[in-house]
């Protein structure tokens, strides 16, 4: 476990911002994890670096979290239980449920980042969610080192909400998490998003998990940049949740606005269509800028800096609400 000095984080944020770490520790067992929690009082902690948005140079001691491995912990005749650690990286641990045809992460395919930071945010893609196949994780204490097990219902999850992110925030560190998966008799949801349409034209009709998470992943593909090749953190707002009044209000003067029933009085705005429609969409700000083919995505073109993308950022929130009445959240982390 070694201890490194202003560390460059431009390869540990999806974005590819540069920014520098006053030093950084990466911890592979627990062991190694409350050793640190025991030693550095004022920490950062960093998982796959895909949700955040790096704005300046982090002035603590960055700790990240690397612990490695996955096991089938209990199995019935019709279902698998999986632990994975939270160092995983999840499209990968995603591509080892279906290897074995344990089903229900197919529609999560090529998210991008690590296993333990998925319950913070409940990550979703296609109608699916973290919590409809999560059945716990284990997280540390940051102040006391103690060990403890969140069931699902302790999670309180919301959309891309938990209670990590609310009455939790920054006390646990989560190092494991437990998913019951199906062995059989897979529950297929494809009637979200595109699926159904990348099923058809391959002449699919009665897919696979395999041939879904393939659908799925052909779908993010043509959307969604690689990181690797353009710098972003995937979606960068969070669809907006409006009451029903707000929506039919704005329908007046956008009939055209699509929109999802979440119960009688609310209603799910795609963002992204908000986004588009507002003049957003493939514009460019000197390095900053939205991508071409997703109004979501919020790029980081080569040299850009977090601030600039921030800037960007909030742009878009104040011609969205100014031209809808709606406002949109970040669902990424501004640091």
């Not at 992943?217 to 960068?236: C, T, V």
Request: hydrophobic fraction near 40%; glycine fraction near 6%.
């Amino acid at each position: 476990m070694e201890i490194q000095t202003n560390f460059s984080l431009k390869n540990y944020n999806t974005f590819g911002i540069s920014a520098t770490a006053k030093s950084f520790i990466s911890v592979t067992s627990e062991d190694e994890l409350k050793t640190v929690l025991q030693q550095q009082q004022d920490i950062f902690i960093l998982g796959g670096g895909s949700n955040m948005l790096l704005t300046r140079d982090i002035e603590k001691t960055v700790v990240h979290v690397n612990l490695k491995g996955i096991a089938v912990t209990k199995e019935t005749e019709d279902y698998v239980w999986v632990t994975a650690q939270a160092g995983e990286n999840w499209h990968e641990f995603v591509l080892w449920c279906l290897e074995r045809n344990f089903g229900g992460l197919e529609n999560l395919s090529l998210i991008p980042g690590n296993v333990g930071t998925t319950p913070i945010q409940n990550i979703g893609a296609y109608g699916v969610e973290i919590k409809d196949t999560m059945v716990s994780c284990e997280a540390i204490a940051i102040k006391t080192q103690e060990k403890r097990v969140f069931t699902n219902a302790e999670c309180a999850f919301e959309y891309r909400e938990s209670i990590f992110k609310k009455e939790l925030k920054n006390q646990y560190i989560i190092t494991a998490v437990t998913f019951q998966l199906t062995k059989k008799k897979h529950q297929l949801k494809t009637s979200y998003g595109a699926i159904e349409a990348e099923l058809q034209q391959k002449n699919i009709s009665n897919p696979t998990i395999q041939e879904v998470s393939r659908a799925v992943i052909a779908i993010r593909q043509s959307k969604l940049p690689d990181p690797k090749e353009l710098g972003n953190s995937g979606s960068f707002f969070k669809n907006p949740i409006i009451p029903r009044t707000t929506y039919e209000k704005a329908l007046q003067n956008f009939p055209e606005m699509p929109h999802y029933k979440v119960s009688e009085e609310l209603v799910k705005v795609p963002a992204g269509w908000l986004i588009e429609q507002a003049g957003f969409k493939g514009k460019r700000f000197g390095d900053a800028g939205i991508h071409k083919n997703q109004a979501l995505v919020l790029v980081n073109y080569g040299n850009a800096t977090g601030a600039e993308i921030e800037a960007v950022s909030k742009d878009i929130q104040k011609t969205v609400l100014e031209k809808f009445g709606v406002a949109i959240e970040a669902e990424v982390n501004i640091i």
